[in-house]
């Protein structure tokens, strides 16, 4: 049987792929946050799971203009990564496991989740951007990834409870596959920032540490936050941080925290960053 | 049994200086949003940068956007429905970094702007709700 082994929560934010892509990890600037990946890029080289499901937004690259999923699921058999207006990120082309992402579909609809399915799309660096900072650059991504995307941007974003209860039944949907798969899910986004008018770089330290604090053990209450605290708390963006809360619903009741960051600035935003392995 | 909800949804106005993207002003900026993600091919950038006026002709965006597009008014695009994940798509095909953007909604300096970043950002503290700060 399929099982979640593990789970990783990131920021995604486009400079860091760009730093990557341009050589600047290093940079006075870059090497703080990229310090705070050294952890995972380790780690994952003995926990390469089969499969990532990866839950991410797309930021007006391939939806949110014609069509507008509240929670959908690629289901083509790649994704290129798509020009955001600066040309394509230099990055391997993102394979897809169709017969587990097959699988979810079907379970989430009958759980009473009525995902979309996407058959073509390019994938923008909400995706690209987490695969980035935990394999590197490799010649090919060494796993399957499922993408699960999720509307953080147009009103009414999904609450984080929505978003809890997904990430239960994509763990049920997981656990009921026949096949014997390692897979981890990812959630990625946030934490704190805001990127128009005059709020526009706000950080709320206090906030992501105690989102961050409580996610491993105590998520329970992080599930209630409504998405007017979100924005009023931390910024119009921060309310991605509920894709945070699929992953950690994903993995189950307990979790081991193998590592957790926080770092401000990378850009306009507050990066943020855990891993976690599941231990039901 | 009237439905109850945890907020009016006019507490999403009550933000200072936000405006929270909604499906109706989406629908608003439309065009203008179609417009931007055809920048996401260089054969399109290009065609725009040599002639902006008559690129923007071929979009059935509103003469104020297209003007704001002109002026590079991000501030007036958001006004008219516009939403950052888009902009950045012009930003991105002048050469300009998604912060550069961002900070020129701010009313700061790009520079004034990356200095309060690098200090940890702007804090919270007197602009959660303009209500509020009456």
Redesign the interface.
Known sequence: MARITAGIATSHV??IGAAIDLGKTKDLYWAPVFQGYEFVKEWIKTHTPDVVILVYND???AL??DI?PTFAIGFADEFQS??????RRPVPVVKNHIDLAAHISEQLVIDEFDITLINEMDVDHGLTVPLSLVFGQPEEWPCKVIPVCVNV???PTPSGERCWKLGEAIRDAVKSYPEDLDVQVWGTGGM?H????????????E?DRRFIDLLAHEPEELKYI???EY???TG?EGIELIMWLIMRAALGYGVEEKKRFYR??A??T?VGHVVYEAKS | MPRQRLYPLEDLEDIPGTKVFTARRSREAYHLHKFCMSLMKEANREEFKADERAYLDKFQMTEAQKQGVLDRDLNKLIELGGNMYFLVKLASTDGLSAQKAVSATSGMSAEEYAQMMLEGGRSPEGIRSIRANK
């Open positions: 486009p400079a930021h007006a690259s949110m203009l507008v798509a020009d955001e207006g600066w040309g941007s147009q009103f704190s805001q990127l128009h008018g005059s709020r526009a770089g706000l950080i709320n330290e906030f409504t998405r007017l924005l009023r708390e119009t401000v600035p850009s306009n507050a």
